[in-house]
C-alpha cells in the first residue's frame, strides 16, 4: 500500500503546479482522497478532497478559486492543480487517504 507524490518545486509567486499522486496496493477508486500541506513551524492543514464515487470536491476557503483536486482511478492517481501560487502556498504537500494512508510528500516553494 503506497502513495508517492510528485510535481513539487520552487515556483514564482503568480505561478502554477500541477502535483500527482501515484496510488498502489489498495482500491483506489473507492477511498475519498485528499491533499494536505504543512508548512514550516505550522500544523498541517487540509486543502481539498476528493471522494470516490461520484467526485464530488471540497477546498478550504483558502484555497477556493485557486486549487483544483481531481482524480483518474482508472490510472490510480490524484492530482492537485494550483493557480496564482502565492508565498503562503509554500510547504510540504501530501497525498492522503484520511485518517490512516500518507505520502512521504512533495516540497512547493513559492519565491
Known amino acids: 500500500v503506497q502513495l508517492v507524490e510528485s510535481g513539487g518545486g520552487l515556483v514564482q509567486p503568480g505561478g502554477s503546479l500541477t502535483l500527482s499522486c501515484a496510488a498502489s496496493?489498495?482500491?483506489?477508486?473507492?477511498?475519498?482522497m485528499s491533499w494536505v500541506r504543512q508548512a514550516p513551524g505550522k500544523a498541517r492543514e487540509g486543502v481539498a478532497t476528493?471522494?470516490?464515487?461520484?467526485?464530488?470536491?471540497y477546498y478550504a476557503d483558502s484555497v477556493k478559486g485557486r486549487f483544483t483536486i481531481s482524480r483518474d482511478n482508472a490510472k490510480n492517481t490524484l492530482y492537485l492543480q494550483i493557480n496564482d501560487l502565492r508565498t503562503k502556498d509554500s510547504g510540504v504537500y501530501y497525498c492522503?487517504?484520511?485518517?490512516?494512508?500518507w505520502g512521504e510528500g512533495t516540497q512547493v516553494t513559492v519565491s
Open positions: 492522503a487517504a484520511l485518517p490512516v494512508l
Open positions: 476528493i471522494s470516490g464515487g461520484d467526485g464530488s470536491t
Open positions: 496496493g489498495f482500491f483506489f477508486s473507492s477511498y475519498y
